[in-house]
């Protein structure tokens, strides 16, 4: 049974994909916002006043783009206002995104070397990297789904995970031990793999929570999630595997946060 565990182990952590590159915290991202807006207000001082009088075609109609950059400021505000641990502003960060796209189309319609193509060049950088921490790419497409998990719901979701490990860590050893198929090794060898669940989630939520970099450490909590789930799909085990569904929800956040995704098995 300990080698099945083992197996198990390998097999969950082959077919986990694996997360690319930490999340941005919340002062990462008001940091990068806070760039976004030096770097608007460089190309706007840099772009010739030929081209601030240029229209273009917007959701609410055609506008001269000097207004456009003038709502584009405004926009930045609304986000660094909104942005808070408990809202991710993930609405008001769609809109400048949207908004930065509709400039982008249009300066790139104006012939190479105009003045200011090298600052918004450079600005397109950090809002691609802002698009990126909320899921999307930037130009943004028309109908992309802009979303954030922040620091706040980030949290909650790994101490809920915790706490059902915690919960499972004593059931499995209740059930387990009224299974006469199972030996003491190999029942202690699963409950253990509980027990290293809560302790990963634990590690996890204390890096988010100091502001750390984190990735691995959710990686190393999603694989042994991925691992506790296939152990659960091979035992009779009906009361935890009950308790493993309160895991469903907040591991999913969990993994969006970081880029990734949870699925559940059937």
């Known amino acids: 049974m300990k080698r099945a565990v083992l197996a198990v182990s390998f097999l969950a952590l082959c077919s986990l994909p694996a997360l690319a590159a930490d999340r941005l915290t919340d002062k990462d991202v008001k940091a990068l916002v806070a760039r976004i807006e030096q770097g608007r207000d460089r190309f706007d001082d840099a772009l010739d006043d030929r081209v601030k009088q240029d ?12 207004h456009y ?27 400048l995104l949207r908004q ?14 105009i003045r200011g193509e ?20 930037f130009p943004l497409n028309e109908n992309a789904a802009v979303r954030r998990i922040g620091d706040r719901e980030l949290s909650d979701a790994i101490e809920e995970v915790a706490e059902t490990a915690g919960r499972l860590k004593k059931s499995l050893g209740n059930e387990l031990k009224k299974d006469p198929t199972i030996n003491k090794e190999s029942r202690e060898a699963i409950v253990a793999e509980a027990d290293q669940l809560a302790r990963d989630a634990k590690a996890l939520r204390n890096r988010v929570k100091d502001g750390n970099p984190s990735s691995a450490e959710a990686d190393q909590l999603l694989v042994g999630a991925a691992r506790m789930q296939t152990i659960l799909e091979k035992q009779q085990v009906p009361t935890s595997a009950g308790i493993w569904t309160n895991a469903t929800e907040p591991l999913q956040s969990l993994a969006s946060a970081y880029g990734g995704s949870w699925v559940v098995h059937r």
């Open 55 to 66: 229209i273009v075609r917007g959701p609410s109609g055609e506008v001269k783009v000097e």
């Open 69 to 95: 950059l003038n709502d584009f400021q405004e926009n930045i505000d609304r986000v660094e206002e909104r942005l808070k641990p408990d809202y991710a502003a993930s609405a008001e960060v769609a809109t």
């Open 100 to 113: 930065a796209t509709i400039i982008d189309t249009a300066f790139r319609r104006q012939p190479g070397g």
């Open 118 to 137: 090298s600052e918004w060049n450079r600005l397109t950088i950090d809002l691609n990297t802002l698009a990126m921490a909320y899921g999307v790419s």
